[in-house]
T-cell receptor
Framework: NAGVMQNPRHLVRRRGQEARLRCSPM?????VYWYRQLPEEGLKFMVY????????ESGMPKERFSAEFPKEGPSILRIQQVVRGDSAAYFC????????????FGSGTRLTVV | QQQVKQSPQSLIVQKGGISIINCAYE??????FPWYQQFPGKGPALLIA?????SEKKEGRFTISFNKSAKQFSLHIMDSQPGDSATYFC??????????FGAGTTVTVRA
């Protein structure tokens, strides 16, 4: 039973390019959460999605960031026109239902903007 | 602002010693307090968790102590081993799903 799968593991983008981060939840999990970890900091909540629905995007920057979790396929976190400050580790987690007692996190995507 | 304050930022302990990490919070709506362990290049993994109606929870060498009136909780790692060297995050949950994390504590266990 594979865990939460994120790819790519490492992503390098030039300023102004787009970054697409993918997350496949654990089998049977329909709730996906994205968190961002800046260097030397804890994780910060970004967005919570269920299949085809964004439930809570209160932690997402209002511009350049978007997320989706389509009926088929992985969840995608998209960052347009990346800037140096977007360099961070982005973690995805999943759970089988909304009220969860501890997510399962993936290994993350480390985004570097040069 | 940081909703969960964690200290110390780092600590070094000898093999067999006790590691203690402290966290404090203000939001009384938090209803679940997990601790995560993270190794370099990996995602955080749930280690142990506690609910506010319990004052202590122990799992193997890991113990959470919870003081609801003081709004503080701590992780104790007994008989620390080199394999425990990692970054530890406390967290607190609201709205059933949203976690607020502390800034993390890097623990180094010297053999």
């Amino acid at each position: 039973n594979a865990g939460v799968m994120q790819n790519p593991r490492h992503l390098v983008r030039r300023r102004g390019q787009e970054a697409r981060l993918r997350c496949s939840p654990m089998k049977g999990h329909s709730h996906v959460y994205w968190y961002r970890q800046l260097p030397e900091e804890g994780l910060k909540f970004m967005v919570y999605l269920q299949k085809e629905n964004i439930i809570d995007e209160s932690g997402m920057p209002k511009e350049r960031f978007s997320a989706e979790f389509p009926k088929e396929g992985p969840s995608i976190l998209r960052i347009q026109q990346v800037v140096r400050g977007d360099s961070a580790a982005y973690f995805c987690a999943s759970s089988p239902d909304r009220v969860n007692y501890g997510y399962t996190f993936g290994s993350g995507t480390r985004l570097t903007v040069v | 602002q940081q909703q969960v304050k964690q200290s110390p930022q780092s600590l070094i302990v000898q093999k067999g010693g006790i590691s203690i990490i402290n966290c404090a919070y203000e939001n009384t709506a938090f209803d679940y307090f997990p601790w995560y362990q993270q190794f370099p290049g990996k995602g955080p993994a749930l280690l142990i968790a506690i609910r506010p109606d319990v004052s202590e929870k122990k799992e193997g060498r890991f113990t959470i102590s919870f003081n609801k009136s003081a709004k503080q909780f701590s992780l104790h790692i007994m008989d620390s081993q080199p394999g425990d060297s990692a970054t530890y995050f406390c967290a607190a949950r609201t709205h059933d799903y949203k976690l607020s994390f502390g800034a993390g504590t890097t623990v180094t266990v010297r053999a």
